[in-house]
């Protein structure tokens, strides 16, 4: 990453890496975050690097590192590092005005104007927006309130695998044992229920039978009089479970899931915080599904550039709640009005939807050579979210050391990627939208690379029993 002699602005550079990582200067700062910041820190334990500054799908450290950014801030970088059109946007407003609280001010209106009309206009007209704290957690906070409130009743449905925050109301929805099991007394009222998924299932519980018998079940404990669960005050579900490893829904479950809902008037919560805003190629995940939830959550990628805000979108029979009910200070920020306003206008001028489908496509042809290799036990995804499930050929299990030494060495030769999964087995990608054909191309080259190296050091000393190759699931298709 170079300095432009003529504007002082970033210009990207092809990754390149000098000497161990962590480098000397980056070595410094990661002792001073451990001797300072606290032990919940997760990221710069497995790719440890200090960063300086970023460019578009480039980011480089404070050693002169250049690394392929390919988890782009947990997919919150829709447009890439410092756009600089959305940049200038933010400035603009920082000398107008910066905070609000929930005053109207022209540019929330122009926030709200631009995120209904990303809706189908029969959807939008039923449609509220709720200003949330700026986390996707606290919008899953909202929307469970929302759904509370509005019903009259307490319990939640949430599913396997799962993930929707480390709130206390979101950590109790979501599937992750670890995060909550040293956190005494969370929700209760929570039931969870296998997710029927495109096949083959991640390793966890399923309903082996199949992604329509997963809905069967549910409706029968939800209507069965001795099934023991009282009629909830919401389902809440992720289209494509995210950090649960790239885990996406059956197209047949999800319409199952949608008509027993309606069925039993109980409000769908769709949590769209990491697919939303045109990470799976359209503009939420579930429109490929042609359903339409009660209550959708966003928040990751409405700015585009990582400025932080979270909203609720609700059909509006549900507005019930009180003046304050759900309340947070940073709901009138300002700037990421502006940047949010700025994002959709670049995405519809540039079709980057249309480049998220494009990419998506690449990636997936290119991947799908990773199914020969017999500790691939899956490649899925779709648009610009994929996960490669790396599990060990002989028993299954999911192989977590492997997945971090592909990590590793991925980072070492310039890529940066994120795992997830069961164990962190699940190799996870989530570029900028706006990402090129030749950053994929290379990225994947790397990523393929390192899956190579890293699985025949592996396979040397272990068990090689082939298991059989496993089909590309695209999200894009369904």
Same mark, same amino acid.
């Given at each position: 990453?170079?300095?432009s =002699?003529?504007?002082g602005?970033?210009r990207?550079?092809?990754?390149?890496?000098?000497?161990?990582?962590?480098?000397?200067?980056?070595?410094?700062?990661?002792?001073?975050?451990?001797?300072?910041?606290?032990r919940?820190?997760?990221? /710069?334990?497995?790719?440890?690097v200090?960063l300086?500054?970023?460019?578009?799908?480039?980011?480089?450290?404070?050693?002169?590192n250049?690394?392929?950014?390919? +988890?782009?801030g947990?997919g919150?970088?829709? +447009?890439?590092? $410092?756009? =600089?059109?959305?940049?200038?946007?933010v400035?603009?407003?920082?000398d107008c005005?910066?905070?609000?609280?929930d005053?109207?001010? /022209?540019?929330?209106?122009?926030?709200?104007?631009?995120q209904?009309?990303?809706? &189908?206009? @029969?959807?939008?007209?039923?449609?509220?927006?709720?200003?949330c704290g =700026?986390?996707g957690?606290?919008?899953?906070?909202?929307?469970?309130?929302?759904?509370?409130?509005?019903?009259?009743r307490?319990?939640v449905i949430?599913?396997?695998?799962g993930?929707?925050?480390?709130?206390?109301?979101?950590?109790a929805?979501?599937g992750?044992?670890?995060?909550?099991?040293?956190?005494?007394?969370?929700?209760p009222?929570?039931?969870?229920?296998?997710?029927?998924?495109?096949?083959?299932y991640?390793?966890?519980?399923?309903?082996?039978s199949? =992604?329509?018998e997963?809905?069967?079940?549910?409706?029968?404990?939800l209507?069965?009089?001795l099934?023991?669960?009282?009629?909830p005050?919401?389902v809440?579900?992720?289209?494509?479970? @995210?950090?649960?490893?790239?885990?996406?829904?059956?197209?047949?479950?999800l319409?199952? %899931?949608?008509?027993?809902?309606?069925?039993? @008037?109980?409000?769908? *919560?769709?949590?769209? %915080?990491?697919t939303?805003?045109?990470r799976?190629g359209?503009?939420f995940?579930f429109?490929?599904?042609?359903? &339409?939830?009660?209550?959708?959550?966003? $928040?990751?990628?409405?700015?585009?550039?990582? *400025?932080p805000?979270?909203?609720?979108?609700?059909n509006?029979a549900?507005?019930?709640w009180?003046?304050?009910?759900?309340?947070?200070?940073?709901?009138?920020?300002?700037?990421?009005?502006?940047?949010g306003?700025?994002?959709?206008?670049?995405?519809r001028?540039?079709d980057?939807?249309?480049n998220?489908?494009?990419?998506?496509?690449?990636?997936?042809?290119? +991947?799908?050579?990773?199914?020969?290799? /017999?500790?691939?036990?899956?490649?899925?995804g779709g648009?610009?979210?994929?996960?490669?499930?790396l599990?060990h050929?002989?028993?299954?299990?999911?192989a977590?050391r492997?997945?971090?030494?592909?990590?590793?060495?991925?980072l070492?030769?310039?890529?940066?990627?994120e795992?997830?999964?069961?164990e962190?087995?699940?190799i996870? *990608?989530?570029?900028?939208?706006n990402?090129?054909a030749?950053?994929?191309?290379?990225?994947?080259a790397?990523?393929?690379?390192?899956?190579?190296v890293c699985?025949?050091q592996t396979?040397?000393g272990s068990?090689?029993?082939?298991?059989?190759? $496993?089909? +590309?699931h695209?999200? $894009?298709q369904?």
């Open positions: 990453m170079t300095s =002699p003529h504007t602005t970033l990207p550079a092809w990754p390149h890496v000098t000497g161990d990582l962590p480098g000397p200067r980056s070595a410094a700062l990661l002792a001073r975050q451990e001797q300072w910041e606290s919940a820190r997760t990221y /710069p334990r497995s790719l440890p200090a300086a500054k970023g460019s578009g799908s480039f980011v480089q450290d404070v050693d002169g250049v690394f392929i950014d390919f +988890l782009a947990a919150v970088l829709s +447009l890439g590092h $410092s756009h =600089p059109e959305v940049v200038r946007s400035a603009l407003q920082l005005l910066s905070h609000g609280l005053f109207p001010t /022209p540019v929330k209106d122009a926030f709200t104007q631009a209904l009309s990303m809706l &189908e206009p @029969g959807l939008r007209s039923r449609m509220k927006v709720h200003f =700026p986390t957690a606290n919008a899953v906070e909202a929307a469970i309130k929302l759904c509370k409130t509005a019903t009259g307490g319990g949430a599913f396997h695998g993930f929707h925050g480390s709130t206390h109301a979101a950590m929805v979501s992750l044992v670890s995060q909550k099991a040293p956190v005494p007394d969370g929700m009222g929570v039931h969870f229920f296998p997710y029927g998924s495109l096949g083959p991640p390793a966890g519980p399923a309903c082996d199949g =992604p329509a997963c809905a069967d079940y549910l409706n029968r404990a209507t069965d009089g099934g023991g669960i009282p009629l005050a919401a809440i579900l992720e289209v494509v479970q @995210g950090e649960g490893g790239v885990v996406i829904a059956h197209p047949e479950f319409r199952r %899931v949608r008509e027993l809902t309606l069925a039993l @008037g109980v409000p769908l *919560i769709v949590d769209e %915080v990491q939303g805003c045109g799976t359209t503009w995940a429109e490929q599904y042609g359903i &339409e939830p009660d209550v959708i959550v966003a $928040s990751k990628a409405l700015t585009g550039i990582g *400025i805000a979270a909203i609720l979108l609700y509006s549900l507005d019930t009180a003046p304050g009910a759900h309340i947070g200070t940073f709901r009138g920020n300002q700037l990421a009005f502006a940047a306003v700025e994002t959709i206008r670049i995405i001028r540039d980057v939807l249309g998220v489908r494009r990419r998506g496509e690449q990636v997936a042809s290119r +991947l799908a050579e990773l199914l020969s290799n /017999p500790w691939v036990r899956d490649v899925r648009g610009l979210m994929w996960g490669i499930e599990a050929p002989g028993s299954g299990r999911p977590a492997l997945a971090a030494a592909v990590q590793a060495h991925a070492r030769h310039g890529l940066i990627v795992r997830g999964g069961r962190d087995a699940v996870r *990608i989530l570029p900028p939208l990402v090129t030749d950053v994929i191309h290379t990225a994947c790397i990523l393929m690379d390192a899956i190579h699985s025949s396979l040397a068990d090689r029993t082939t298991p059989g190759a $496993s089909p +590309l695209d999200g $894009s369904n």
